[in-house]
């Protein structure tokens, strides 16, 4: 099995590497000659997932490490049997340490007047 992975999703590398053969490129990289005969692709938001790049493809599944799809179309995965899925709740830590700062900086600004 070959995946193709965008080299900037953390925390991945020597994950996969027991399973399946593993190339991590850099997002500009994945095109559709690196991913024709790539099982699986793991991407982020730069990676279109569309007929362009995956026609002729063996690609069968997509994941994003984002909660955001709309870089994937849909609509061609499903008719060509291709599985994707998405990461909702990845980023629910970092947005819980924004809004904790902000409130953090708003309460010290009212300490100040």
Request: with cysteine.
């Amino acid at each position: 099995m070959l995946v193709i992975a965008d080299k900037y999703i953390p925390f991945l590398k020597g994950i996969l590497e027991p399973y399946a053969e593993v190339r991590y490129l850099e997002p500009d990289e994945i095109t559709p000659e690196s991913v024709r005969d790539a099982d699986a692709l793991l991407v982020r938001t730069r990676t279109r997932c569309n007929a362009a790049l995956l026609e002729g493809s063996r690609v069968r599944f997509i994941a994003t490490a984002t909660i955001g799809y709309d870089h994937i179309d849909t609509a061609y995965c499903e008719s060509h049997g291709i599985f994707w899925t998405n990461s909702p709740g990845c980023n629910a830590q970092g947005v819980c340490d924004y809004v904790e700062e902000a409130l953090r900086i708003v309460e010290s600004l009212k300490l100040k007047v």
